[in-house]
């Protein structure tokens, strides 16, 4: 079993930044080896991909969030990581990680950006 959680989400001003961060823990083996993703569902909305990071470090956005949000990993820590800036109120939404073609997926953390 693998366990996914995440932490870094919090109450923000349209503009601000936070960084969320995705720890992996149990059975995950090397967690090098997995492609990992950023995912967020808004209230009454379906969740949806903001951004994906190959096991060889290839990334990917969303373009609601291009040239804002940068996703990353650290392997030696088993944690990957979300950067993001220049927020908007429409980027409020839950935040879950995501460990790709896995199944599994994390708590989520709340991310709320006022205006």
């Known amino acids: 079993q693998v366990q996914l959680v995440e932490s870094g989400g919090g109450l923000v001003q349209a503009g601000g930044s936070l960084r969320l961060s995705c720890k992996a823990s149990?059975?995950?083996?090397?967690?090098?080896?997995?492609?990992m993703a950023w995912y967020r569902q808004a209230p009454g909305k379906q969740r949806e991909l903001v951004a994906a990071i190959t096991r060889g470090g290839r990334t990917n956005y969303d373009d609601s969030v291009k040239g804002r949000f940068t996703i990353s990993r650290e392997n030696a820590k088993n944690t990957m990581y979300l950067q993001m800036n220049s927020l908007k109120p429409v980027d409020t939404a839950v935040y879950y990680c995501?460990?790709?073609?896995?199944?599994?997926w994390g708590q989520g953390t709340q991310v709320t950006v006022s205006s």
């Open positions: 995501h460990l790709e073609g896995h199944g599994y």
């Open positions: 149990g059975s995950i083996g090397i967690f090098g080896i997995y492609d």
